[in-house]
């Protein structure tokens, strides 16, 4: 069973840098065909689609966060991680981790974190 959680400060005050990781267990993030993604879900709102590593690691982001947005990865560590810079308070949200497994013919997130609330406020 493949496993994804998300680690990182649940308060971050506006203009600083949202800073999270996500630690993945019985699956390596090099698989092919898998994308390690980044959701979030601010309150009351539905799911918004962040961005996304590759297995060779190469990104890809929504262009909705006008380039505020990065993630990396620590193969060593099997994680992969997200900095959003210049928060404001409607960068809060939920925010989860997940494999998006896209393979010829199949889509599909089959699996994710639990989600780790982080509020923007001073």
């Known amino acids: 069973q493949v496993q994804l959680q998300e680690s990182g400060p649940g308060l971050v005050k506006p203009s600083q840098t949202l800073s999270l990781t996500c630690t993945v267990s019985?699956?390596?993030?090099?698989?092919?065909?898998?994308?390690w993604t980044w959701i979030r879900q601010p309150p009351g709102k539905g799911l918004e689609w962040l961005g996304a590593?590759?297995?060779?690691?190469?990104?890809i982001y929504s262009p909705s966060l006008k380039n505020r947005a990065t993630i990396t990865r620590d193969t060593s560590r099997n994680q992969f991680s997200l900095q959003l810079s210049s928060v404001t308070p409607e960068d809060t949200a939920v925010y989860f981790c997940?494999?998006?497994?896209?393979?010829?013919?199949?889509?599909?997130?089959?699996?994710w974190g639990q989600g780790t609330q982080v509020t923007v406020s001073s």
């Open positions: 997940a494999r998006n497994f896209l393979a010829p013919g199949i889509e599909k997130y089959d699996f």
């Open positions: 019985s699956a390596s993030i090099t698989t092919r065909w898998c994308y």
């Open positions: 590593i590759d297995n060779h690691g190469g990104a």
